[in-house]
């Protein structure tokens, strides 16, 4: 059947590691190339090529998520995305579909239109073998973004921009640890989810006593009782962690409602979860910056048609994690608020 093409609101095994000297270069010489605001419905973009200064043919990229309604992370992704297509002369076409068999079918039909490349979200990477060798057979470049990083090159991936979730659960559970929380509860929202399984792992391996707990993300309603039933059955839990800036926003409430003394962290960031860790209601978040994630991906095309460039050297080009708490949270929250963090 006809996947949905949806606008997004809103939301990744041990890989290797890169070093920072080589992520930090990369990244900052590419954003110094300028770049240009844009915005637009999840659709073909105008581009930028007549004001960018840009002289090389406009091509078309499509990038795919697997993205769900709700989730705030992913309209700055695609913000990212949309700023370097508009400075590289290039026709964006963002789709996204939660589901692996749709989101397989979306890039089945970036495929049949004949698109100059194709950045995909691997969180189920089995669902896209398949497509992604009818990629490759049409000899369609194909990068990996945000989840699937250690699947990526086996499925014939280019490139992976994103951050490594178990490094990233590591140093989450490792916070933890040094601020004496022993107990915590770590929220999954979209079981199957490779990278969110890694993240909770990762904080697993630095507290063994972690409980990880199910929620079905696209109902808020049920995310909602479902934390509340586990606080209200676990009062020995000191921590809550969501792993998606909504979902760790509904868990705060249901631990205010609850009366739970048990403290908040999360995973990613948006303009609201910046605000309560400035007010101190959440201890602090991992931010794997996912504007650099959308917009690296659209920019690695740019630069094989400009040059033959690649990106990363055959390793993940790694864009977290980055912690923010109270100490911090000023730097960031201004750029939260205009949707870039």
């Known amino acids: 059947m006809q996947a949905e093409r949806v606008t997004v609101r809103v939301g990744r095994n041990r890989r290797p590691r890169v070093p920072v000297a080589l992520v930090l270069a990369v990244v900052v010489g ?3 190339a300028g770049c240009s605001a844009t915005g637009g419905r999840p659709q073909p973009n105008s581009g930028g090529g007549a004001g960018s200064g840009v002289t090389t043919p406009r091509i078309t990229v499509a990038v795919i998520s697997h993205s769900a309604p709700g989730d705030t992370f992913w309209d700055i992704v695609r913000r990212g995305a949309e700023e370097a297509a508009a400075k590289d002369n290039i026709n964006l076409l963002y789709t996204a579909q939660p589901e692996g068999a749709g989101q397989a079918q979306l890039v089945q039909q970036a495929i049949d239109q004949k698109v ?10 089995d669902a896209m073998k398949t497509v992604l060798a009818n990629a ?7 990068v990996a973004i945000n989840a699937g990083a250690a699947s990526a090159k086996e499925l014939g991936a280019r490139a992976f921009f994103g951050a490594d979730d178990r490094i990233a659960g590591e140093a989450v559970g490792q916070k933890l640890l040094d601020g004496g929380y022993a107990r915590p509860i770590c929220v999954i929202h979209e079981q199957g989810n490779v990278g969110l399984e890694e993240r909770c792992a990762g904080v697993k391996a630095k507290i063994p ?3 990880i707990l199910y929620v079905q993300g696209s109902d808020m309603t049920q995310v909602s009782s479902t934390i509340t039933s586990k606080l209200q059955a676990t009062a020995e839990a000191d921590a809550v962690i969501g792993l998606g800036a909504p979902y760790t926003l509904t868990a705060l409430r249901a631990v205010q409602a609850t009366g739970s003394k048990a403290k908040i962290a999360s995973f990613d960031l948006n303009a609201d979860l910046a605000q309560q860790i400035k007010d101190g209601k959440i201890i602090f978040t ?9 917009y690296l991906a659209v920019e690695y095309f740019w630069q094989q048609l400009r040059g033959g460039f690649e990106m990363g050297g055959g390793q993940p080009v790694l864009t977290g994690p980055a912690i923010v708490d109270q100490g911090n949270v000023d730097a960031v929250l201004k750029f939260a608020q205009e949707g870039i963090r």
């Open 30 to 32: 590419i954003l110094l």
């Open 116 to 125: 100059s490349g194709i950045a995909v979200t691997l969180a189920k990477p």
């Open 136 to 142: 490759k057979a049409a000899n369609i470049p194909v």
């Open 209 to 211: 006593a972690t409980e």
């Open 286 to 294: 991992v931010d794997q910056q996912p504007w650099l994630q959308g």
